[in-house]
């Protein structure tokens, strides 16, 4: 689904998320745009080949919009999206930008009723004088129209930008995080949140260390959730100790190596994206180097740590000056929790894993996205000896990088949001990683 033509801003795709059965896909761009993507069923010459992605809806979820009392324009950028479980025919999605959340209502309609008494095709109403006999209005097939229509809007939770929002697995509630502050809301109840179940701002700001990068529920405890710091801890939280959760229940850090210790070292240990694997039982952490794996009964230290690009520690200074090194990737898990991914530059996109320890760059491209083209691994040298195809970490493009991507909750299939670009790709031979 790459695009030819040069990326404007709003094209920009600024989150990526597939639904419960990954049948669709959903991704969120900096125009305040939300575009839907449904699977084909398979066809029947061959069962065994799922159908490709389609564009199924697309709509404007956000506007700019100006906030008078503090002169602030509020951008229409789509920071989440997250689905939820669906409940019946009609499908529901949580979408945010810095201040405002929507839940929006995805219905499908192909009839339509004909044979009205008091209206006419057009709806217009009859004159009353004509109908002379009462007629059993009919539903008569029409083209399918998918209709998306606002439900709630969630509005004035928030002083600060809005970095995550998450589905309570009780289907009832949903958080939302800002640098200071995390709120529970009701998904019935829209103007006010429950309750700001994390609060970390300082009497004086001045004495402000940290914000709160990320934050996710657990996927089968409703009582617990867990959110991140720019100091590259965790904290688990559980509700049923307290309304106010600001005191955690486990604190999750890994002491610093003072070998390591330089002026990029709080900076670089900011975690970017926290996910719960689908067990319960681990949290995937990125910060801007590496993707460590926790376990839930170990605060001390992680249990795995991957390097995603080591090769750019040596770059941090012209990274710091350039902004790069804010850049905030996302990680996530395959569905059975055996394989992770994240995003880098160069539009290349890492896997690890975890059973074999083996890791993969990959590149998502215009000549990797052709039907049935094969992922070919890439490699980064630095310095040394270089081999035919690899890239120089010189000649890296730090404008083109994969922030976001997004794995089917069941299958070998990834979306990799590129700038403006969104790739699919399918693993058709359930190979390790390839």
Not at 63 to 68: G, K, L, M
Not at 226 to 255: I, N, Q, T
Not at 292 to 315: C, F, G
Not at 323 to 333: R, V
Request: proline letters at 4%; one cysteine or more.
């Amino acid at each position: 689904m790459p695009s030819h033509r040069m990326p404007s801003e709003a094209d920009i795709i600024s989150t990526v998320e597939f639904n419960h059965t990954g049948e669709l896909l959903a991704t969120g761009d900096k125009g305040g745009r939300v575009v839907i993507f449904q699977r084909e069923p398979e066809s029947k010459n061959a069962p065994h080949i799922q159908g490709e992605y389609d564009v199924y809806s697309t709509f404007q979820s956000h506007e700019p919009e100006f906030d008078y009392l503090k002169s602030l324009e509020i951008e229409e950028k789509i920071n989440k999206i997250k689905w939820l479980p669906q409940q019946n025919a009609a499908h529901s999605l949580l979408s945010t930008n810095d201040k405002t959340i929507k839940l929006w209502k995805i219905t499908e309609r192909d009839k339509r009723p004909e044979g009205y008494n008091l209206k006419d095709e057009e709806g217009k109403l009859k004159d009353l004088s004509t109908v002379t006999s009462l007629q059993v209005p009919v539903l008569k097939p029409m083209d399918l129209m998918v209709e998306v229509s606002p439900r709630r809007i969630f509005a004035n939770g928030h002083t600060y930008h809005i970095n995550s929002i998450s589905v309570n697995s009780d289907c009832e509630t949903y958080m939302s995080a800002d640098d200071l502050r995390i709120n529970l809301w009701h998904l019935a109840i829209t103007d006010r949140s429950f309750t700001d179940i994390v609060d970390i701002k300082p009497a004086n700001m001045e004495d402000l260390t940290e914000v709160i990068t990320a934050s996710e529920f657990h996927p089968h405890h409703c009582n617990l959730f867990v959110y991140s710091s720019s100091k590259g801890s965790l904290r688990l939280c559980d509700m049923r100790a307290a309304a106010l959760c600001d005191k955690h229940s486990k604190l999750f850090e890994e002491p610093e190596d003072p070998s390591n210790r330089s002026f990029f070292s709080e900076i670089i240990s900011s975690v970017s994206d926290v996910k719960f694997s689908h067990s319960g039982r681990y949290m995937l952490t990125r910060d801007y180097l590496t993707v460590k794996v926790w376990d839930l009964n170990m605060e001390a230290r992680p249990i795995e740590t991957y390097q995603v690009h080591d090769y750019l520690r040596s770059k941090l200074c012209s990274l710091y000056e350039s902004d790069c090194i804010f850049d905030k990737f996302e990680c996530s898990w395959n569905g059975s929790d055996s394989v992770i991914m994240t995003g880098a530059y160069n539009n290349f996109f890492r896997m690890f894993d975890r059973n074999t320890k083996r890791d993969v760059t990959l590149e998502a491209s215009r000549e990797s996205s052709k039907p049935r083209a094969v992922l070919k691994p890439r490699r980064v040298c630095v310095g040394g000896k270089r081999r035919r195809d690899d890239i120089s970490v010189d000649s890296l493009d730090f404008t083109k990088k994969i922030l976001h991507t997004a794995w089917h909750p069941a299958e070998n299939i990834i979306a990799i949001a590129a700038t403006n670009n969104l790739y699919i790709f399918q693993d058709k031979v359930n190979s390790d990683m390839h």
